[in-house]
């Protein structure tokens, strides 16, 4: 039974049977999220630590909250207000906070590959909550929940994801996980933003929105790294948000149903309309509604004693 | 007669059939309701896995003799095990569904079979977090004993003294099998 795994760090080294037991876990967690007294004793006694090395609001409450929820202890650790800024290194840190009896440890960083370091390193469980522009496990976790509580299977299904794919870590995990469980995947964007050779991954690639469009039953929005505006990745932004800015006109290219997702936070009027965004083909606070849920779900099939 | 499993061969004795379980479960049906004077704020809530078939007999049976509709529930204790910590892995969970407020009802818990209490231990928290139930009550298809705790059915359908060693194993219609109660010996 469970994921018979200590860490989760990429979404290629999951099964479609893993992937399947943490959205069905997930379903308990939900019910218990309506409940009045949302909090059950599972976690009691385990300590999680959140170890975010880059600025994160979004993912750091919701696994926070799922900790809680969880009558985890929980720490939140940032590097600002650590030794790391003295020199330490993210080994180092870790040792130090496993020391602590830490059980599971959630990493954020900016580099591809920390949360896969730091796992060799430690014998906490370590899950990955985005490094660098590799993967964010837990985001593509929760938009796969996220389309199922549409009814929506994924054999078959038809997803575009639309923007700045290369720079993307929800964009890659989510392609690894909808493509393990049957669906098309669809990749649109400037050429800029759309990595050579992503078609090897078994995606689509468009350069065109309006075709990507035709006959998804779901779109998945990326956020415009409005930061990276100096890259000259694209002209202008107002050149984008008219290329690749999700307007209604352009959702109703989508089959009859579709929804639209964004991992959030959203830059209205760029690459989503503020019409789209809060219509009701928009899923995206069900999608932070599901975060939690889905984060109960990992952390409790996380928190066995290891082998 | 004796069987194949995964423990090795193990001898099988029938401690219960079909008759003796509808039996059963027809007298605790009138148990509960002159214990608690018809099925005013009463409500029944099935153990999962083994007690959500039996609750949900019961229902029937009450509805029988009484003519009304009981609410009924299913509770899945995974979350409330005392031995989470401990295990490697973590075991399946399976949804909790209570679909009306327990506060203020008498809830009676339905199981198959009551051994250590541990289970019963796990079910009543779960069931207090969902609400302030005015009476919790037990009702089991079997007691075997072997309690570790201090929790007694108030309805039981059979009691069967078994050794440590033992297994009981409840089967129902409703999983595809034949309606028995045997006891499995190493």
């Not at chain 1, 130090?96 to 896969?116: C, F, P, T, W």
């Not at chain 1, 984008?240 to 959203?266: C, D, W």
């Not at chain 1, 932070?288 to 849920?293: I, R």
């Not at chain 2, 995964?6 to 049906?29: H, K, P, S």
Request: charged share 25%.
């Amino acid at each position: 039974m469970g994921l018979k795994r200590k860490d989760l760090l990429s979404l290629t080294l999951l099964s479609a049977d893993d992937i399947n037991l943490i959205l069905d876990t997930a379903d308990s967690f939900k019910e218990v999220s309506g409940r009045e007294i949302k909090k059950v004793p599972a976690l009691r006694g385990k300590t999680v630590v959140n170890l975010f090395f880059e600025p994160s609001t979004r993912t750091r409450t919701s696994f926070e909250l799922a900790a809680k929820r969880l009558s985890a202890d929980v720490i939140n650790f940032s590097p600002s207000s650590s030794s790391v800024v003295k020199g330490e290194t993210l080994l180092d840190t870790a040792r130090n906070i496993e020391a602590m009896q830490a059980d599971i440890i959630v990493l954020r960083h900016s580099s591809a590959g920390a949360a896969e370091t730091l796992a060799r390193g430690v014998k906490s469980s370590v899950i990955n909550a985005g490094d660098g522009w590799h993967e964010h496990p837990t985001q593509a976790l929760l938009d796969l929940y996220t389309i199922r509580g549409r009814g929506m299977d994924f054999a078959g299904l038809r997803v575009a994801i639309v923007g700045d794919v290369a720079h993307s870590r929800v964009a890659r995990s989510n392609i690894y996980a909808l493509t393990k469980l049957g669906a098309e995947v669809r990749v649109v964007g400037p050429p800029t933003m759309i990595p050579l050779h992503i078609d090897r991954l078994g995606v689509k690639v468009y350069y065109n929105l309006d075709e990507a469009l035709r006959g998804v039953h779901v779109i998945m929005m990326l956020r415009l790294q409005l930061e990276r505006q100096g890259r000259a990745l694209f002209p202008t932004i107002r050149e984008y948000a008219q290329q690749y800015g999700l307007t209604n006109e352009r959702v109703k290219l989508a089959e009859p149903g579709a929804i639209v997702m964004h991992p959030g936070p959203i830059n209205r009027g760029i690459e989503i309309a503020p019409d789209v965004a809060d219509s009701l083909s928009s899923v995206i606070l069900d999608q932070v509604a599901n975060g939690v849920a889905v984060r109960m779900g990992i952390l409790y099939l996380m928190s066995g004693t290891g082998a | 007669m004796t069987i194949e499993s995964e423990a090795g061969t193990r001898q099988e004795r029938v401690v219960m059939d079909a008759g003796d379980i509808a039996r059963a479960l027809t007298r605790i049906a009138h148990e509960v309701l002159e214990r608690n004077k018809g099925t005013k704020d009463l409500a029944l809530v099935g153990i999962r896995t083994g007690g959500v078939h039996l609750a949900h007999r019961l229902v029937r049976r009450i509805h029988e003799i009484e003519g009304t509709q009981i609410p009924i529930g299913e509770l899945d204790i995974t979350l409330y095990r005392d031995d989470l910590s401990l295990r490697k892995d973590q075991p399946i969970l399976r949804k909790t569904s209570v679909p009306f407020k327990i506060s203020d009802l008498k809830v009676v818990l339905v199981d198959d079979v009551l051994f250590t209490g541990r289970t019963i231990r796990a079910a009543m928290d779960g069931l207090i977090d969902l609400g302030r139930p005015a009476e919790i009550q037990l009702a089991v298809l079997v007691d075997r004993g072997h309690r570790q705790l201090p929790i007694k059915a108030n309805y039981i359908g059979k009691n069967i003294p078994t050794s440590r060693d033992e297994a009981i194993h409840v089967s129902l219609e409703e999983n595809g099998e034949e309606d028995r109660v045997v006891i499995l010996k190493a």
